[in-house]
């Protein structure tokens, strides 16, 4: 898809991947996008091209008001990039209702139900990305949470593939770990350790964009990732032993 003169909205647009993948979208001539975070300090505005937008997307109310002004601002939007989520690193003990909600509302039921609003706008061709994660894909311990929220969010881009119309293209991301604050969050400390393997945000967000333009189904933006996923697929012992290696770099944090 020609990404010049498009109506764009990408959701965690203030941190990480998000906000590199604005930086890149403004960059091109007569966009227009709506940056939504909660916090949108850091959003970097440029006249009329980016539009900060605050909202707490985990929620409808959220995700039917940021349609409601992207209907008044731009009328139809072109590219809808799904981008919002988190993670706890933890152990589950105590039963919490809540905490479970909490983490599947933002990273599941947000994107599926603004999924359903952007398709039903209009029959105009137009793009919808997902930032999945590898994580939907192999175990990380002491991230169980995070992973099958993922791992929920792949299987309905998936199945939806073969529901959709023809107008709508389906573009699920799978990025491994990127050296932002978003692993020190899901631990609340400084210097949380990373999965491997590890890449830069900006490295994923020109992935992404290029996919867009190139109208991908799927991005695996870790070249290792993408030649080892498979390997594991078919011998699932190397995946085990993976998980087991991820565990030690936890446990500490875990006692």
Known sequence: MRIADKHIIITGASSGI??????????????RIIAVARNIDNIPCKGNVVIPFSADVSTQQGVDTL????HRTFGQTDIFIANAGFAYLE???????????????LNVCS??????????ESRDKKTFV????????VPLPAYSLYC????????????????????????????????????????????????WPRQEADTVAKKIINA????RKEVYPSLIFRLLYPIGRAFPILLHLYSLSEKKKVKSLLN
């Not at 994107?111 to 039903?120: D, G, H, N, W």
């Not at 997902?130 to 894909?137: D, E, K, N």
């Not at 867009?212 to 109208?215: D, G, M, S, T, V």
Request: charged letters at 20%.
């Open 18 to 31: 998000g906000l590199e993948m604005l930086k890149l979208l403004m960059q091109y001539p007569n966009v």
């Open 67 to 70: 349609f409601d002004f992207a």
């Open 91 to 105: 152990t589950l003990s105590k039963p919490d209702w809540q905490h479970i909600q909490n983490i599947f509302n």
């Open 111 to 120: 994107p599926i139900y603004s999924l359903q609003k952007f398709a039903s």
């Open 130 to 137: 997902c930032t999945i994660s590898g994580a939907g894909l």
């Open 148 to 195: 099958s929220t993922k791992a929920a969010l792949k299987q309905f881009i998936n199945t939806y593939n073969y529901e959709k119309s023809d107008n709508l293209l389906l573009t699920s991301v799978f990025p491994v770990a990127t050296r932002t604050d978003f692993f020190d969050k899901a631990a609340k400390q400084t210097n949380a350790p990373l999965p």
């Open 212 to 215: 867009i333009e190139k109208e």
